[in-house]
């Protein structure tokens, strides 16, 4: 497996398919948090790690592509050694849906920082050693326009098998929250994340609502006009002192910032 810090172009995406799950996820409730309905957000996937003979979820990964997984940079150390896990739902169970795939290299963007996480750039690109086989519960999420931006309160969705809580339990099973998007202007003023935020990232939730430890490198997943699914967001950050800070939202890396760069490297690698 090789791990890449490379320098810094199109690539063609599947025209159809990306964004549409067969399953429809559960949109209509404003909770917390809450289970998903298993298989409706088919991008998903479980980042492991291997420890000792056993792998372990680690952070959360999102298919843009058949063979391309995006995940955070922070989600990656040189040395270990990683598999995904498509068509998850209940980590307690095997359910017949799971896909696992080996990771054949692994691409960290060039300007991700491990000790200086506010420099932006969280994101790394995983190519695994063969595509999924695509179907009701492993499909591919669309990628954002270039430079789009979402507006204020867009309702977007976070996933994963994060921590229910600050220090809380992992859950066996995928959930789901609904995040609305925070605007730079408001996300950056100094008694919310100030200097912290930069424009290549994007803010939701915040209080009662936020991602946690384990949800890091996992989608946050909106809804465009057309009904696909895109992912705008790769999860980052939240606050150190507890998941749900108020006016300290979930912080992901822009996709829609680094479009160019996504491109260029499933082109060429």
């Known amino acids: 497996m090789d791990v890449l810090f490379p320098a810094h172009g199109c690539v063609v995406f599947p025209a159809h ?32 790690v291997k420890h000792g003979s056993r792998f372990h979820h680690t952070c959360g990964g999102t298919l843009i592509g058949p063979r391309w997984v995006l995940t955070a940079g922070h989600c990656i150390w040189p040395g270990d050694v990683y598999r995904v896990v498509l068509g998850e739902h209940d980590m307690s169970v095997h359910e017949g849906s799971e896909q696992i795939r080996d990771v054949l290299r692994i691409i960290v963007h060039p300007d991700w920082d491990i000790d200086f996480v506010a420099r932006g750039s969280d994101m790394a690109l995983l190519k695994l050693d063969k595509s999924p086989v695509l179907h009701w519960s ?13 507006s204020h309160g867009a309702p977007c969705f976070l996933s994963g098998w994060g921590n229910l809580y600050t220090h809380g339990p992992m859950p066996e099973r995928l959930q789901q929250a609904l995040l609305p998007v925070v605007e730079h202007s408001v996300c950056s003023r100094s008694d919310w994340w100030g200097g912290t935020v930069k424009t290549t990232m994007i803010c939701a939730g915040g209080d009662a609502v936020s991602g946690c430890n384990g949800d890091s490198g996992g989608p946050l997943s909106c809804q465009g006009a ?5 992912v705008h967001g790769v999860t980052s950050f939240v606050s150190s002192l507890v998941c749900n800070e108020a006016r300290k939202p979930t912080v992901f890396t822009r996709t829609s910032a680094f479009i160019d760069w996504i491109s260029d490297i499933m082109l060429h690698y």
């Open 17 to 48: 398919g990306c964004g549409v799950p067969e399953v429809q996820p559960n949109i209509n409730r404003v909770v917390n948090g809450e289970e998903a309905r298993p298989h409706s957000w088919p991008w998903q996937v479980s980042l492991q």
């Open 138 to 150: 492993v499909g591919p999420v669309c990628l954002p326009g270039a430079g789009e931006v979402l």
């Open 226 to 230: 057309d009904g696909r699914w895109s």
